[in-house]
């Protein structure tokens, strides 16, 4: 059964940071493409960025520049550096898994950014 398992959430004041952190340790990592998504209250789930099995990146308008996923194949873990945090930022995020239209979320980290 694959789990994807998120760490790192939590509150935090405007303009700081936060570094949230997806173990996929059943996964054959490598060649999935991987990411994150959010979803505030009341709103659509949200893509803020993917990286694929090759390396490329892909952002949400509202966080480029902000925030930025990386990928340790070797740890099978995914990473989210949110930098210049807003509190329109606020949500529940949710690491994602996906290759050939089969993916795999996981449960969601709560992260909340204080006006």
């Known amino acids: 059964q694959v789990q994807l398992v998120e760490s790192g959430g939590g509150l935090v004041q405007a303009g700081g940071s936060l570094r949230l952190s997806c173990a996929a340790p059943?996964?054959?990592?490598?060649?999935?493409?991987v990411g994150w998504y959010r979803q505030a209250p009341g709103k659509q789930r949200e893509l803020v960025g993917v990286i694929t099995a090759g390396g490329g990146t892909n952002y949400a308008d509202s966080v480029k520049g902000r925030f930025t996923v990386s990928r340790d194949n070797a740890q099978r873990t995914v990473n989210l550096q949110m930098n210049y945090l807003k509190p329109e930022d606020t949500a529940v995020y949710y690491c994602y898994a996906n290759r050939a239209s089969v993916g795999y979320w996981g449960q969601g980290t709560q992260v909340t950014i204080a006006s």
């Open positions: 059943t996964l054959m990592f490598s060649l999935y493409s």
